[in-house]
T-cell receptor, first 111, second 114 residues
Framework: DAKTTQPTSMDCAEGRAANLPCNHS???????VYWYRQIHSQGPQYIIH???NNETNEMASLIITEDRKSSTLILPHATLRDTAVYYC????????????FGAGTRLTVKP | GAGVSQSPSNKVTEKGKDVELRCDPI?????LYWYRQSLGQGLEFLIY????????KSGLPSDRFSAERTGGSVSTLTIQRTQQEDSAVYLC????????????FGQGTRLTVV
């Protein structure tokens, strides 16, 4: 499976949009991009995933570039409770595989 | 069940003792994952089950670690002759099928080896 690279940390002002980038330059055509987050002392939580089209749900939006080599997770109006480590991973669809996480981006939302 | 359940939530054990950690996945979920997270670190993949079989055991840190899953449901992670470096939070996740579905995580078991 393709590996991902993310910035180690980011800050965002409360109420502003948080844009978290992820590079996955070796992604294969059948690999999805997934985002999870882990709030301190809790298990990771699924946020969103996509293949090639942009996706939006109640938590966030996912923007995938046309060449699929990178993506951006957007939290439109960040709150203090969005402070967490955000993980971007890629997974092959429809076959047995593991699910390995990188170091993620530590997002700190500041008042 | 309503979510992934792990037990115990906390475990303190003496160095050299064996421990068993339990994971009850969401009913019907065929894929099950174990991870280890040391303090301030990321998620270290340990092992993955599809049904009762584990296609990839390469993440297990040593032969002191083993895991099994029975009936396609409950899984146990066993650590023999525990060492202080085994101290970590052990997380379990399950998903309906492997691949393009979301995984749900339990709250973890915090293991402390003294």
């Amino acid at each position: 499976d393709a590996k991902t690279t993310q910035p180690t940390s980011m800050d965002c002002a409360e109420g502003r949009a948080a844009n978290l980038p992820c590079n996955h330059s070796t992604i294969s055509g059948n690999e999805y991009v997934y985002w999870y987050r882990q709030i301190h002392s809790q298990g990771p939580q699924y946020i969103i995933h996509g293949l090639k089209n942009n996706e939006t749900n109640e938590m966030a939006s996912l923007i995938i570039t046309e060449d699929r080599k990178s993506s951006t997770l957007i939290l439109p109006h960040a709150t203090l409770r969005d402070t967490a480590v955000y993980y971007c991973i890629v997974r092959v669809a429809g076959r047995n595989n593991d699910m390995r996480f990188g170091a993620g981006t530590r997002l700190t939302v500041k008042p | 069940g309503a979510g992934v359940s792990q037990s115990p939530s906390n475990k303190v054990t003496e160095k050299g003792k064996d421990v068993e950690l339990r994971c009850d996945p969401i009913s019907g979920h065929t894929a099950l994952y174990w991870y280890r997270q040391s303090l301030g670190q990321g998620l270290e993949f340990l092992i993955y089950f599809q049904g009762n079989s584990a296609p990839d055991k390469s993440g297990l840190p040593s032969d002191r670690f083993s895991a099994e899953r029975t009936g396609g449901s409950v899984s146990t992670l066993t650590i023999q002759r525990t060492q202080q470096e085994d101290s970590a939070v052990y997380l379990c996740a399950s998903s309906l099928v492997p691949g393009n579905t979301e995984a749900f995580f339990g709250q973890g078991t915090r293991l402390t080896v003294v």
